[in-house]
Nanobody
Framework: QVQLAESGGGLVQAGGSLRLSCAAS?????????TAWFRQAPGKEREFVAN????????NYAVSVKGRFTISRDNAKNTVYLQMNGLKPEDTAVYYC???????????WGQGTQVTVSS
């Protein structure tokens, strides 16, 4: 079983940038094929943000973040990143890292990191 730990959240003004990190322990991300970022704003359902395939590095993004956010991975550090530029107040949410995708869902989740964007 993999354990995931997010970091890098914080308070930033609109237009600013943050980089989130998701470090894996117990097993490597390579074992799971795909790693993703999700977010959940107050009073809303958790939504997909981006994912990356460990083999080949293919990435996918939600329409709302495409062109502003970049997901990447560091094999040596067993870490996945989410670079967030041009942040907007509507990006305010708790951001979660997820892995171990099977049977149509992710089975491993981190504890989340808060991102707050002020206008």
């Amino acid at each position: 079983q993999v354990q995931l730990a997010e970091s890098g959240g914080g308070l930033v003004q609109a237009g600013g940038s943050l980089r989130l990190s998701c470090a894996a322990s117990g097993r490597t991300f390579r074992n799971y094929g795909v790693t993703a970022w999700f977010r959940q704003a107050p009073g809303k359902e958790r939504e997909f943000v981006a994912n990356i395939l460990w083999s080949g590095g293919v990435t996918n993004y939600a329409v709302s973040v495409k062109g502003r956010f970049t997901i990447s991975r560091d094999n040596a550090k067993n870490t996945v990143y989410l670079q967030m530029n041009g942040l907007k107040p509507e990006d305010t949410a708790v951001y979660y890292c997820a892995a171990d995708y099977s049977s149509g869902k992710y089975n491993a989740w981190g504890q989340g990191t808060q991102v707050t964007v002020s206008s």
